[in-house]
Structures are given as structure tokens and as C-alpha cells.
């Protein structure tokens, strides 16, 4: 594990209790990442200076605590430009990583599917590309110079040729893997489709397990799971959602990554019901909310449905529940509800909300049918839901919720007669 130093540099109006958040924030993305966090600096500014980001003086301190920890590693939680990240690593001695190169890292580190992993390096090489020069003088450091030594222009020229063939061909290659997802979400047109977005660590994964019971990964880290995944929700009434868990958000997300990921995220774009999953128990919910919402409508994903639903409800005092609910009432137009992953019958008012939405989309009707043909009637029972029957001599009389496919085809027989209710 290398021991790292974390650096913060907010501004002077910043609230100290948001600055203390952000940076306890950062330690866990420097732990989900392997690192020791063995120090902290802050400097609040008015403005980040050209050279270091922070003051002379601040680097200066912070060369003593590197010296002091015995620090391999120092991480901003800000962006930094090349320029900057190559000036404190000369007066520093040690290598210097901001937070978006750190992210990068851990979404390398976790991605598991090809395409997370085809993703995850085109964002890595778009960073890496304007970094280069500071990326060699990293190696010839940090390995001694041993075939390293002098690579010149000509070496740099020749990587930003390569990296910039393989973007490019990774770009092809996600633009394949997006045709490939837009087939699939044609053939599950016709049902009912929800995407979980949120927040990372807010518990979508959780949801989608306890919701599915199938096996997936869960873990109580900042990008615990990267890859998304369906699954096929049971709800009352022999109805059914598919829910897709999408890729976890977090403020100062990288931009390439971002963009990266945009075809995963077009899940959300395409599903009836976008449930915007929020931990309950985080003192900064509203501020990561914000941080999603921001996200969505700069992917122009946020002009469909959506429900608020508050997890981790389950680590709340009664009090401290019921003063939730009441300001969620108070700022919220989007319906929400409030639930436990954890918990049983922690989900009911999640399971009722998606069954709502489902019948919401489903015609109510009376069918009149002869009684001979079973094959309707069992479709009527498998894929609507069957609100009373009665038997008027040969024929029978149905009330059901049907979906619009089924009513196509129920239209289209001669010996059924449909009425709308």
C-alpha cells in the first residue's frame, strides 16, 4: 500500500463542514484504491495560483509532511493541469496524482465486463494523452532510467501516434457495443424497464439484490460494482419489471469518463421509470443528489419519469426519519419513498411503486370470449392480470389490466369483443 498524503485546496466560502466531508470522502476513494492515507494538508484559497494550485509557501509545508510520513504518493482532490502536477512533483520528490487521475484508477481497477474495461481505457488514454511528457519522467524516476534514459521528443511523438490510434479504435469498438445494447433494449421493448442511478455507495446494487434475489456483488466501498446489470423483479400479480443497475456518480466525476460511459447510461434514456437512489443516512444527501441531477441533464437523460427513493432508512432514529420525510415533502415535486435494502419488507413501498407504474401503463378492459378458447385466456392470465371472470353460457366475460401488445393482438381476433373501462 503506499503511504499518501491527501491535499485539498477549497475556496474561502466554502463551508467547513462540506470541506471536512469532501476530504473524508477522498480518503475513501484513496482506500478503495489500496491506498495508506498517512497525512492531510488544506489550504483554502481565493483562486488556484498557475504554478502549484496552492500557495508557495503551502507546498513548501507540504514537502515537510511528505518528508516527515515517509509519503510515496500525494493526492489533490482538485483537478490539476499538467503544467501544475509537473511543477509540485519537482519540488516535491514524489509522484503527484489529482482526483480524477485517482478515479481513473479505481474504475480500472474494478471494471470486470469488456466493455466497462474498453471504457474505462479509452477515458484513461484521453487523460493521459496531454500528460504525457510528466508520465515519462515518472518512469525514468521511478525506475532508474534503465532503458528509459533520453527518450526525447521523438519516443513522445511516437506514444501520442499510438495512444492516439488505439482512442480511436476504441472508439470503434464501443460504438459496436452500443449498436449491440441498442438491439437488446429493442427486443425488451413491450416491457416494463426501470434504471437505478444514483450516487456511488448510496446501495443500488443492494436494491437490485433484495429486490431480484439474485447474487450480486455488494460491497460497502465508494465503485464497488462499475459493471451494470439486469434483472427481472416479481411483483404482485404475476407482473414483472426488469430493473437495470447503472454506474454510481460522484461529484468532480472526469469528464472522459463521463463521456465514456455514455452508452451504458443510455439505459436511462430508454427505461420507463429512472429510480434515483439516495442514501438516507448521509449528512450531504442533497448536495449528492445534486451532483446525479447535474450528471443526467448533461447527458440529457433526465426528461423521463423519475422517483426519489431514500435507502438506508434503517440507520435513522424514528425522529430523525420523520424530520426526513418532512423536508423531502417540502423541496420535492418528484414522488418518493423511503426504504431499506436491509431490512425485511424494506422494499414493499419500492415493489408497490414500480407495480403501480407497470399497471399504469397496461389498458383496463372487459373481454367477452367463447368459453373453447383457452389459448386467449391463458394468455390474458400471463401476461395482464386478471381482475374478475364470469361464465355467461358458452362465452366468458373478462375484466383485466392487459399491456398494449396483448390488446393488439386480443383486437385482431374475430370471435373476441374488447370494451375500454
Not at 479504435?169 to 449491440?180: M, Y
Not at 414493499?348 to 383496463?364: D, G, I, P, Q, Y
Request: hydrophobic share 40%; aromatic share 4%.
Amino acid at each position: 500500500m503506499e503511504r499518501t498524503v491527501l491535499v485539498g485546496a477549497p475556496l474561502r466560502s466554502e463551508d467547513t463542514r462540506v470541506v471536512d466531508e469532501h476530504m473524508e470522502e477522498l480518503r475513501r476513494l484513496t482506500d478503495t484504491a489500496g491506498g495508506d492515507v498517512v497525512g492531510r494538508l488544506v489550504q483554502r484559497i481565493d483562486a488556484p495560483t498557475p504554478q502549484f494550485y496552492i500557495g508557495r509557501g503551502k507546498v513548501a509545508e507540504l514537502r515537510t509532511l511528505t518528508e516527515e510520513t515517509e509519503a510515496d504518493l500525494v493526492i489533490f482532490d482538485e483537478e490539476l493541469k499538467p503544467d501544475q502536477a509537473k511543477n509540485l512533483e519537482q519540488s516535491l520528490s514524489v509522484r503527484v496524482m489529482d482526483r480524477s487521475e485517482l478515479i481513473l484508477d479505481i474504475f480500472a481497477s474494478r471494471a470486470r465486463t469488456r466493455e466497462a474495461k474498453l471504457q474505462v481505457e479509452l477515458a484513461q488514454l484521453e487523460y493521459l494523452l496531454p500528460r504525457l511528457q510528466r508520465m515519462w519522467t515518472h518512469l525514468s524516476r521511478i525506475r532508474g532510467g534503465i532503458g528509459l534514459r533520453g527518450p526525447g521528443e521523438t519516443q513522445l511523438e511516437t506514444d501520442r501516434r499510438l495512444i492516439g490510434r488505439r482512442i480511436a479504435d476504441l472508439r470503434s469498438k464501443l460504438r459496436e457495443v452500443a449498436e449491440s445494447r441498442a438491439i437488446q433494449r429493442r427486443r425488451r421493448q413491450g416491457e416494463f424497464r426501470a434504471a437505478l442511478v444514483g450516487y456511488t455507495n448510496a446501495g443500488k446494487s443492494s436494491i437490485l439484490r433484495s429486490l431480484s434475489g439474485s447474487d450480486l456483488f455488494v460491497e460497502d466501498r465508494l465503485f464497488a460494482t462499475l459493471d451494470s446489470a439486469t434483472r427481472s423483479v416479481e411483483l404482485e400479480g404475476g407482473h414483472q419489471a426488469l430493473v437495470t443497475d447503472t454506474v454510481g456518480f460522484i461529484r468532480k466525476l472526469p469528464h472522459h469518463l463521463v463521456a465514456s460511459f455514455r452508452s451504458t447510461l443510455e439505459e436511462v434514456r430508454e427505461a420507463d421509470l429512472a429510480i434515483h437512489v439516495i442514501d438516507a443516512s448521509h449528512p450531504e444527501w442533497e448536495e449528492h443528489k445534486a451532483v446525479v441531477d447535474q450528471v443526467l441533464h448533461d447527458l440529457e437523460l433526465d426528461r423521463g419519469a423519475q422517483v426519489l427513493v431514500f435507502n438506508k432508512v434503517d440507520r435513522l432514529t424514528h425522529g430523525e426519519e420523520e424530520a426526513l420525510r418532512d423536508r423531502v415533502r417540502a423541496l420535492e415535486r418528484t414522488p418518493a419513498v423511503f426504504t431499506s435494502a436491509v431490512e425485511d419488507a424494506g422494499l414493499e413501498a419500492l415493489k408497490e411503486t414500480l407495480l403501480a407504474r407497470v399497471r399504469s401503463r397496461m389498458a383496463h378492459v372487459e373481454i367477452l370470449l367463447p368459453a373453447a378458447e383457452g389459448e386467449i385466456l391463458a394468455a390474458v392470465h400471463r401476461e395482464g392480470e386478471v381482475m374478475g371472470m364470469e361464465r355467461n353460457g358458452v362465452r366468458l366475460r373478462l375484466r383485466a389490466r392487459v399491456p398494449a401488445p396483448l390488446l393488439g393482438r386480443l383486437r385482431q381476433i374475430p370471435d373476441v369483443e374488447l370494451s375500454e373501462i
